[in-house]
């Protein structure tokens, strides 16, 4: 079955670095798109970045544009997000997300921007 973990999140001061990894299994990896999404108390689940199956287009949120990168290694079914210029408004619990006929998400990441 389809499974995605994140890992990377934590606590870092505005201004910061972090660097959220994926780790995805249960499909072929190299074939699909894989996306990053924030959500915050009581706001939707927004699209922060998103990456084509052979890394070839990126999109990104008007907001994280010039900050945020979004890579993949399909050797290590794997999708990261890397955070530069860390501000408090990023904070957010962070989804790694794939659509292989439905919706799956992994369980999430909190990241948290404050001094």
């Known amino acids: 079955q389809v499974q995605l973990v994140e890992s990377g999140g934590g606590l870092v001061q505005p201004g910061g670095s972090l660097r959220l990894s994926c780790a995805a299994s249960g499909f072929t990896f190299s074939r699909y798109t894989m996306s990053w999404y924030r959500q915050t108390p009581g706001k939707a689940r927004e699209l922060v970045a998103s990456?084509?199956?052979?890394?070839?287009?990126?999109n990104y949120a008007d907001s994280v544009k010039d900050r945020f990168i979004i890579s993949r290694d399909n050797a290590k079914f794997s999708v990261y997000l890397q955070m530069n210029s860390l501000k408090p408004e990023d904070t957010a619990v962070y989804y790694c997300?794939?659509?292989?006929?439905?919706?799956?998400w992994g369980q999430g990441t909190q990241v948290t921007v404050s001094s």
């Open positions: 997300y794939v659509r292989k006929l439905v919706d799956y």
């Open positions: 990456i084509s199956s052979g890394a070839t287009t990126t």
